[in-house]
């Protein structure tokens, strides 16, 4: 059964307190430059991941698109030491790959967009400063591995995977092993606080169940 809805969040990773995972996430640095542009209404949702970059990454940030009207700053994206781009499956970006990231010597920016199809395709659109950004897109790779959410297209996956998947291209296997352990642990111990999950298949076990 569901454990008790009163039991207060951690305003960081979204968990309950009791499950928090904050104190075991060490943040790694990276050549890369993570910020994820996330939709006012995906805040909102316990589920989401995105959140959860910073965590990971000593140079990850979230910033909140809340209205439309009054465009984000993001002015500091405009510097030529470095190399920005969206991330976004459009099916003309090019791929972000070895080949790709050898291309040009300069350290990445990586704009993520976070939030639902729709969500995303808006605030690409309606940020100038997004809009005007190259894109680059994912290789394929496996499946998704979040089960907080279901989404019709098998191809999809979550923004934390997202981030993964690209950061080990640009920094290596440990930080992208970092933010899928994270994220294993996040999904594990929501589902085991839903009832969903029996505690023996929670990912670093439960660190405390007296709630």
Same mark, same amino acid.
């Given at each position: #059964?569901?454990?008790?809805?009163? /039991?207060?969040? &951690?305003?960081?990773?979204?968990?309950?307190?009791?499950?928090?995972? &904050?104190?075991?996430?060490?943040?790694?640095?990276?050549?890369?430059?993570?910020?994820? /542009? #996330?939709?006012? !209404?995906?805040?909102? !949702?316990? @589920?989401?991941?995105?959140? +959860?970059?910073?965590? &990971?990454?000593?140079?990850?940030?979230?910033?909140?698109?809340?209205?439309?009207?009054?465009?984000?700053?993001?002015?500091?994206?405009?510097?030529?030491?470095?190399?920005?781009?969206?991330?976004?499956?459009?099916?003309?970006?090019? =791929?972000?790959?070895?080949?790709?990231?050898?291309?040009?010597?300069?350290?990445?920016?990586?704009?993520?967009?976070?939030?639902?199809?729709?969500?995303? =395709?808006?605030?690409? !659109?309606?940020?100038?400063? $997004?809009?005007?950004?190259?894109?680059?897109? +994912?290789?394929?790779?496996?499946? @998704?591995?979040?089960?907080?959410?279901?989404?019709?297209?098998?191809?999809?996956? @979550?923004? $934390?995977? *997202?981030?993964?998947?690209? =950061?080990?291209? $640009?920094?290596?296997?440990?930080?992208?092993?970092?933010?899928?352990?994270?994220?294993?642990?996040?999904?594990?111990?929501?589902?085991?606080?839903?009832?969903? $999950?029996?505690? *023996?298949?929670?990912?670093?076990?439960?660190?405390? !169940?007296?709630?």
């Amino acid at each position: #059964m569901n454990r008790a809805r009163a /039991v207060p969040r &951690c305003p960081r990773c979204a968990l309950h307190t009791p499950i928090c995972l &904050c104190d075991t996430v060490q943040p790694l640095p990276t050549r890369t430059r993570v910020v994820v /542009v #996330m939709h006012f !209404k995906e805040a909102q !949702k316990q @589920s989401n991941t995105g959140r +959860l970059a910073p965590l &990971c990454l000593a140079d990850a940030q979230v910033r909140l698109r809340a209205d439309r009207e009054q465009p984000l700053d993001l002015r500091d994206l405009a510097d030529s030491t470095r190399r920005a781009v969206l991330l976004y499956p459009d099916p003309d970006a090019p =791929v972000l790959d070895a080949h790709w990231a050898a291309a040009d010597p300069r350290p990445v920016t990586l704009v993520v967009p976070d939030g639902n199809w729709r969500q995303t =395709v808006r605030t690409c !659109k309606r940020e100038p400063a $997004l809009a005007d950004l190259p894109r680059v897109r +994912l290789p394929l790779g496996a499946p @998704s591995s979040y089960r907080l959410r279901r989404h019709p297209d098998p191809a999809r996956i @979550s923004t $934390l995977e *997202a981030i993964a998947r690209a =950061v080990g291209v $640009l920094d290596g296997p440990a930080p992208q092993a970092l933010l899928e352990r994270t994220l294993a642990v996040f999904v594990e111990r929501t589902l085991w606080s839903r009832g969903t $999950l029996p505690e *023996a298949d929670v990912t670093g076990g439960i660190p405390r !169940k007296d709630w």
